[in-house]
């Protein structure tokens, strides 16, 4: 028991540090319930699927957040979050000291915004953004390359949820100051 002595009152310290200097968790939202209206992103890609790969993925994120509910029923929302896949490219090689290539870069090009449906105002916009990630060519092609826009969705996705979680709570903290 003497020796667990350290590690609890290392804890407790934590505890009451953080508890009394103001941090918070990015990724929990603790204002009003608000219910988004998220359509299926459009794929102006010859990759199919990969629309639907990040609406699962998106909505996995959101789920975090018992104050965000997701609908399909855009009359029933407070905002829409919509996006658009707008290219997905192959263009980058990094060759090694033999002249062989090593990795594959995949480029994903995306457009998305989130938009209050009550008063019309954009909250966040990000017209052009490009996702990269690198694979190796050593490996099958399709295996990594899928592999490689997994990361892409997974990592846009997370921004996506933690940048709505942000405007979300700069948009309840303009409401507050203003009367």
Known sequence: MKKNIPCILLFVAVTILFSGCGYYFPSVYDGPTKTIYMPEWKNRTSKLGIDITLYKTLSRWFQQSEAIILTKDKSKAQLILAGEIVSIDLPSIAWGGDTVTTDVKIRLGV???LKDLETGKLLWEVPHEIWTEDYPSRVLS???????????IDDLSERIYLGTLNNLRKENSTRQETP
């Open 142 to 152: 399709t295996v990594a390359e899928n592999e490689a826009l997994e990361t892409i």
């Open 111 to 113: 457009r998305y915004v």
